[in-house]
């Protein structure tokens, strides 16, 4: 059974600084890992994507994988009030293999 | 940008009825995905679709579901007996030829909100 572990806080953040999000996964065979966001009532977006060990920055946004501690992160700076959703972590193995959600983490910026 | 389009976007059905939920995925793409999400709870991977065929399927999709790609656009899923545990939002997702751009990331429509009464 693939599993995906987040925190699900929430995880409440001032204005501005650094938000730090963090995900495990039991699979070791999973080959890509995704970031996405979720609003309330809303689909996923993809935010982050990261395939190989190490830090991949998308402008304020830097994903990091480390394989063999089966751990992703999303680090996003100078946090905005419009960053206050739930963020998915997702985990793939190859071909079409589904997408393995965990539970989401509620991310809060307070202005 | 291109987008992947649901529809309808809220679906209200009888228990035991039959459902047919629609999407588009982006043109280009390849593979399909559907995946449902229960209030409160997290997105669940239901079937993958390549090729015209089922490539992956979960626990969840069992013989009340089934998927079609009727046309050169269009991408369904059915159920054809639903029941009050089938309320959920429903999402299609779609995604590139890996093999052909080294990019696997799936892009989700808006999702169908399908409640059973």
């Known amino acids: 059974q693939k599993e995906v572990e987040q925190n699900s806080g929430p995880l409440s953040v001032p204005e501005g600084a650094i938000a730090s999000l963090n995900c495990t996964y039991s699979d070791r065979g999973s080959q890509s890992f995704f970031w996405y966001r979720q609003y309330s009532g809303k689909s996923p977006e993809l935010i982050m994507f990261?395939?190989?060990?190490g830090d991949k920055e998308d402008g304020r946004f830097t994903a990091q994988l480390n394989k063999a501690s089966q751990y992703v992160s999303l680090l996003i700076r100078d946090s905005q009030p419009s960053d206050s959703a739930t963020y998915l972590c997702a985990v793939k193995g190859g071909g079409a293999d589904g997408l393995t959600f965990g539970k989401g983490t509620h991310l809060i910026i307070q202005p | 940008e291109p987008e992947v389009t649901q529809t309808p976007s809220h679906q209200v059905t009888q228990m035991g009825q039959e459902v047919i939920l629609r999407c588009v995925p982006i043109?280009?793409?390849?593979?399909f995905y559907w995946y449902r999400q229960i209030l409160g709870q997290k997105v669940e991977f239901l079937v993958s679709?390549?090729?015209?065929?089922?490539?992956?399927k979960s626990e969840i999709f069992d013989d009340q579901f089934s998927v079609e790609r009727p046309d050169g656009s269009n991408f369904t899923l059915k159920i054809r007996s639903t029941k009050l545990e089938d309320s959920a939002m429903y999402f299609c997702?779609?995604?590139?030829?890996?093999?052909?751009?080294?990019?696997?990331?799936?892009?989700f429509g808006p999702g169908t909100r399908l409640t059973v009464l």
């Open positions: 990261i395939y190989s060990n």
């Open positions: 997702a779609s995604s590139e030829h890996f093999a052909f751009t080294g990019s696997n990331e799936q892009f």
């Open positions: 043109s280009n793409h390849l593979y």
């Open positions: 679709f390549y090729n015209n065929e089922i490539s992956e």
